[in-house]
């Protein structure tokens, strides 16, 4: 099962690890194995890095100087972008979502940290114009064109039909561990991941098919809902298909909007201690806006029985380290021994 994608530049230390961990097999109530996209790279790691690959390329291939792109304030793409700019000797500028920009320029933690390290121009922008972003992304695209360098426009998260097309990708090295026996079988029942702007779960959902890795994908939606996400994935789904014909129809897609927790970027008390009880067992550390979520959700669904319980299930690490570096106050409270 080969496919031809557009051309990628290689960022990625593939393939990422296909790990088993029976304590998680017993908090969970079935069986996973976890995909540690969380280690795709260095400090540039996480799932968006796989979508850079495809963007990245077609950034150079139009001889772009700069990426631009969009995000929260901790936002986990904007730093990955901001590090592959920077080591492919471009700039970059982000227009970053913050409560009032006219404030004092936030402290540099987490994600923000390193855009600065790396010498991102940053633009705080209100959560008000975050709603005209892609309009935004186009007035500095203009910009910079106008002063005589070359400006590539990457959409919120990565997430269009090219973008997607890096998880197509990493379906068919999923496809490629299960067939030397890193799997544990032959395909899973479920992939479930962390989703928030839908360009992974179209990925996913085309490569699980593709490759026959997995019957089904579960989005585990972090804001907005199941239904605009199952609507926006389909879209990313029909636009990567444009890119890469050979594809057919995604498996199905069941979007889960059970674990959002009480707003974007953070967790119910209960998340939180699944995310402190999962670290203490298995040594793996999920983040507080997605991946951590992404196990509540995996957790919550086994228990009602919309995940059978002697399920296989792929469980995507999708990264966001940074984020939980970012969040030392809101979990001292829960750190106690
Ligand atoms: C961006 C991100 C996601 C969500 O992926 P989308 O493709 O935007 O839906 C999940 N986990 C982490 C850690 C992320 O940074």
């Not at 631009?68 to 901790?74: K, S």
């Not at 970053?96 to 994600?111: C, I, W, Y």
């Not at 002697?310 to 106690?336: I, K, Y």
């Amino acid at each position: 099962m080969t496919l031809a994608l557009p051309p990628r530049v290689r960022l990625v230390h593939a393939p990422t690890p296909l790990e088993r961990h029976d304590a998680l097999d017993e908090i969970v109530g079935a069986r996973v194995w976890v995909k540690r996209d969380d280690m795709t790279a260095g400090a540039e790691a996480g799932n968006k890095l796989r979508k850079l690959e495809l963007l990245a390329a077609a950034a150079r291939e139009r001889g772009a100087t700069t990426l631009v792109t969009c995000g929260a304030l901790q936002s986990n793409h904007a730093r990955a972008t901001a590090l592959v700019a920077a080591r492919l000797s471009m700039k970059s500028v982000l227009l970053l979502r913050v409560a009032d920009p006219e404030a004092a320029a936030p402290p540099s933690t987490g994600n923000l940290l390193l855009d600065r390290l790396v010498g991102a121009d940053i633009r705080p922008i209100s959560p008000e114009a975050y709603g005209e972003r892609v309009a935004l992304l186009e007035a500095v695209r203009r910009e910079i064109d106008e002063a005589g360098e070359r400006a590539y426009v990457i959409p919120e998260g990565g997430s269009n039909g090219l973008g997607a097309l890096g998880y197509v990708a990493a379906m068919g090295e999923v496809r490629e561990q299960l067939d030397v026996g890193l799997g544990g079988g032959s395909s899973y029942d479920v992939v479930v991941h962390a989703c928030g702007s839908g360009g992974t779960a179209a990925g996913v959902a085309l490569g699980a098919a593709h490759f026959s890795v997995a019957r089904a994908v579960r989005p585990v939606v972090v804001c907005d809902d199941a239904a605009y996400f199952t609507r926006v994935i389909e879209r990313i789904a029909a636009e990567a298909r444009g890119h890469a014909p050979e594809l057919g129809p995604p498996v199905a897609i069941h979007c889960d909007e059970a674990a959002r927790g009480p707003r974007y970027g953070a967790m119910s008390e209960d998340q939180l201690a699944l995310l402190v009880r999962v670290a203490r067992a298995t040594g793996l550390v999920l983040d507080p806006v997605y991946t951590g979520k992404a196990m509540a959700g995996l957790v919550a669904a086994v228990a009602r029985g919309d995940i059978a319980r002697d399920a296989r299930v792929l469980f995507l690490h999708t990264g966001g380290l940074p984020g939980l570096l970012a969040e030392t106050a809101a979990l001292e409270g829960v750190l106690a021994p």
